[in-house]
């Protein structure tokens, strides 16, 4: 079956501007989390969300945001962008929430590729 | 707070075995422990998990220590396809979240 589907794979910014991420998870998972890596703060939590509710959130400054929609796609939007905000941006589904991942028999996350953001 | 400490990169020859530690000292009975590894240019792919007994798959061995205070993952016969970033995360039932530790680089050498 295909795997979780970011789009895009790249993007350039420039400070200021906004960028909404996109995230399409495998066919009937209905929980999708969002992940900031970066080369010196590792992966990062950003929210999650199940069946179009947000349900866990962060450390991050409301400029991030996230939504998800009936059909379980997600997107996540940052708003005036800085410099630090330069990353990959993961996404990941489940068919229940990331932290509950093993109570059930083969139960895991599956991860997109990814969106590399760059902020000049 | 939950926390899983790694070591920040290992090195292994090629067909030896591989043991990465993580430590996470502040677990609780319910907190499931996961492996994934991120390969180069992807995002992380699921390698093992398990609550106390030790696991065994296809792609690796977990050891979880008695007072599970502690993990390893083993990789029996390691192979170049085999180096990448192993995380160690906790499933943190009690805080509803996971916590996810930096993470081990590992190279294998031919």
């Known amino acids: 079956k295909a795997g979780v589907t970011q789009t895009p794979r790249y993007l350039i910014k420039t400070r200021g501007q906004q960028v909404t991420l996109s995230c399409s998870p495998i066919?009937?998972?209905?929980?999708v989390s969002w992940y900031q890596q970066t080369p010196g703060q590792g992966l990062q939590f950003l929210f999650e969300?199940?069946?179009?509710?947000?349900?866990n959130k962060g450390n991050f400054p409301g400029r991030f945001s996230g939504r998800q929609f009936s059909n379980s796609r997600s997107e996540m939007n940052v708003s005036t962008l800085e410099l630090g905000d330069s990353a990959l941006y993961l996404c990941?589904?489940?068919?229940?929430?990331?932290?509950?991942?093993?109570?059930?028999?083969?139960?895991?996350?599956?991860f997109g590729s990814g969106t590399q953001l760059s902020v000049l | 707070d939950a926390k899983t400490t790694q070591p920040n990169s290992m090195e292994s020859n090629e067909e030896e075995p591989v043991h990465l530690p993580c430590n996470h000292s502040?677990?609780?009975?319910?907190?499931?422990i996961h492996w994934y590894r991120q390969l180069p240019s992807q995002g992380p792919e699921y390698v093992i998990h398990?609550?106390?007994s030790n696991v065994n798959n296809r792609m690796a061995s977990l050891a979880i220590a008695e007072d599970r205070k502690s993990s390893t993952l083993i990789l029996h016969r390691a192979t170049l396809r085999d180096a990448a970033v192993y995380y160690c995360?906790?499933?943190?039932?009690?805080?509803?979240?996971?916590?996810f530790g930096q993470g081990t680089r590992l190279t294998i050498n031919p």
């Open positions: 990941a589904s489940s068919r229940s929430l990331p932290w509950t991942v093993g109570l059930a028999t083969n139960e895991k996350l599956f």
């Open positions: 066919s009937g998972h209905r929980s």
């Open positions: 969300y199940f069946s179009e509710t947000q349900r």
């Open positions: 502040t677990i609780s009975g319910t907190d499931y």
């Open positions: 398990g609550l106390t």
């Open positions: 995360i906790l499933g943190v039932q009690g805080a509803q979240k996971l916590v």
